[in-house]
């Protein structure tokens, strides 16, 4: 079995976070109809991304070249309007291996939107790779949303490389797929370069999902801010991972990570490892993790105005949920988003 999101640094084994298990499984390449490609002159971030340790491993890279059905490229000069990519599989398209490449030219400014959503269909196959080169300058803010049913395997790989001055904005909401592997890794290599990233994901019935998020700090005054919120319920298992690593000559770098996990069902199973790694004496860090129920005096002061407990607490963890669910730029995704958590939050 292959070794799917791997810590750098290993920690106890019996914490099951150093790393998951999980098989390519593709041996036949087919056709997704529900979106065209868009790179008829065969570009890439290959070469840029050549020396870089990224995705989930090295055989699922392989198989998102091998299986590839949808290759989209974008360079970006100026300003550009939000670019909306939405990827359907039914059941003529339940399987998409795509490669998505974002390049910001100098001083851009743009924003996309991807939305991977399953609307009919027994099962599904996601192989995913998205990848972004911001150059000095630029600002790129990018909201993956996946949405898929049961019986469908997610495999999420982005990345980036965030050059001088050049701030990245990225939000990854989970809220579907049985069995999901999500590895989120940016690479601060440019002075002053900036990297907000927020999370959101709810997890039911025997769902597993395993996140890997890590950033590494290379530049001078580099800084990163990373939030996940969650919640399980039901049986599902969520194992989280997020790293700062914090590298030499990486002075006056500050970066954060942290994971708030709600568990709304004693059946469920968390397990986060926020870890910070430091190489540089001037530098700033912070990681943490909060694994648990609700705020007991919030809890309170909501039942005081009226509510019962569970009502208090779905305002509670939608409260939680919306400064990331606000930043999709689409209305009728934003709202079907925001419906699904309610549905899946309310608990009899």
Not at 30 to 37: D, G, L, Q, R
Not at 193 to 203: I, R
Not at 312 to 328: C, G, Q, R, V, Y
Request: with cysteine; net charge negative; charged share 30%.
């Amino acid at each position: 079995m292959e070794k799917v999101n791997v810590m750098r640094e290993p920690t106890w084994s019996y914490t099951k976070l150093n790393y998951s298990e999980k098989a390519p499984s593709l041996n036949e390449k087919k056709a997704y109809k529900n979106f065209e490609s868009s790179n008829d002159e065969n570009k890439s971030l290959d070469e840029i991304f050549n020396q870089k340790n990224y995705g989930l491993s090295k055989d699922f890279l392989i198989e998102n070249k091998e299986f590839n059905n949808l290759d989209i490229y974008r360079d970006v000069d100026g300003e550009k309007d939000l670019e909306f990519i939405n990827l359907n599989l039914d059941e003529n398209s339940n399987q998409l291996v795509n490669k998505i490449d974002i390049n910001a030219k100098k001083g851009s400014k743009s924003s996309f939107l991807i939305n991977f959503s399953q609307t009919k269909g027994k099962s599904s196959y996601l192989n995913s790779l998205i990848r972004v080169n911001l150059e000095e300058d630029s600002f790129v803010k990018l909201v993956v949303v996946v949405d898929l049913l049961e019986n469908s395997l997610n495999l999420q790989q982005i990345s980036s490389i965030i050059g001088d001055r050049a701030n990245f904005d990225i939000s990854y909401i989970e809220l579907g797929a049985d069995k999901s592997y999500v590895n989120i890794r940016n690479f601060l290599d440019g002075e002053e370069s900036n990297l907000e990233e927020n999370g959101v994901y709810f997890k039911q019935n025997e769902d597993f999902l395993d996140i890997g998020a890590f950033n590494d700090h290379k530049a001078k005054v580099t800084k990163s801010n990373c939030m996940f919120n969650g919640a399980l319920k039901g049986k599902a298992e969520k194992r989280w991972k997020g790293v700062v690593d914090l590298k030499r000559g990486c002075e006056h770098a500050d970066g954060k990570i942290g994971d708030y996990a709600v568990m709304l069902s004693p059946d469920a199973i968390n397990r986060s490892a926020p870890v910070l790694l430091n190489e540089e004496k001037d530098v700033t860090g912070e990681h943490a993790a909060s694994v648990g129920r609700f705020d007991k005096a919030m809890l309170f002061y909501i039942m005081s105005r009226g509510f019962s407990k569970r009502k208090a607490e779905s305002l509670m963890l939608e409260a939680n949920f919306a400064p990331t669910i606000d930043k999709i730029d689409h209305e009728e995704l934003r709202e079907k988003v925001r419906y699904k958590v309610h549905a899946m939050n309310t608990r009899d």
